[in-house]
């Protein structure tokens, strides 16, 4: 992710934080600036690794509830994995996943524009936030 766009999400983070009125600890900036340097939608036990190295005293239950209110906010969005954990993703951005059916891997496809148009009686019924698609199949490793 270059680094423009990591300071546009930092803006908005702050500014959903805010929002929320919710403190802008260094905790919740280390965890959220963790979660969009992984592009590999990590579970919240290899975030929580990632984590502890900048963070030693850190919880894996503060981790676990940090990205779950993330994700109540809107600024981490919870990709289902296959036979896994729930994964996380920094990028809220509308955008396919490429599933990997046997190593789990979860890879995002951003090259190709998203096309997917919520139809009108779901968005007068549920205004919802974000659509996910996803492709499954073996990745180039497996
Ligand atoms: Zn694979
Ligand atoms: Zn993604």
Redesign the pocket.
């Known amino acids: 992710m270059d680094a423009k766009i990591k300071e546009n999400l930092l803006t908005e983070f702050k500014q959903k934080c805010r929002d929320r009125r919710l403190k802008i600890t260094p905790q919740r900036t280390i965890i959220y600036e963790e979660l969009i340097n992984s592009l590999d939608h990590p579970s919240v036990d290899i975030l929580y690794g990632r984590v502890k190295k900048k963070l030693p005293d850190i919880s894996f239950d503060t981790v676990y509830r940090t990205l779950m209110t993330f994700n109540t906010i809107g600024i981490a969005d919870i990709v289902e994995g296959i036979n896994t954990s729930k994964r996380y993703d920094g990028n809220t951005n509308q955008h396919y996943h490429f599933i990997?059916v046997?190593?789990g891997?979860i890879t995002d496809i951003t090259d190709v524009p998203f096309r997917f148009e919520i139809p009108e009686q779901i968005k007068q019924k549920y205004n919802p936030r974000s659509v996910k698609i996803f492709f499954e199949g073996?990745?180039g490793?497996?």
Do not use: D
Request: hydrophobic share 25%; charged share 25%; glycine share 0%.
């Open positions: 990997c046997k190593c891997a073996l990745c490793k497996c």
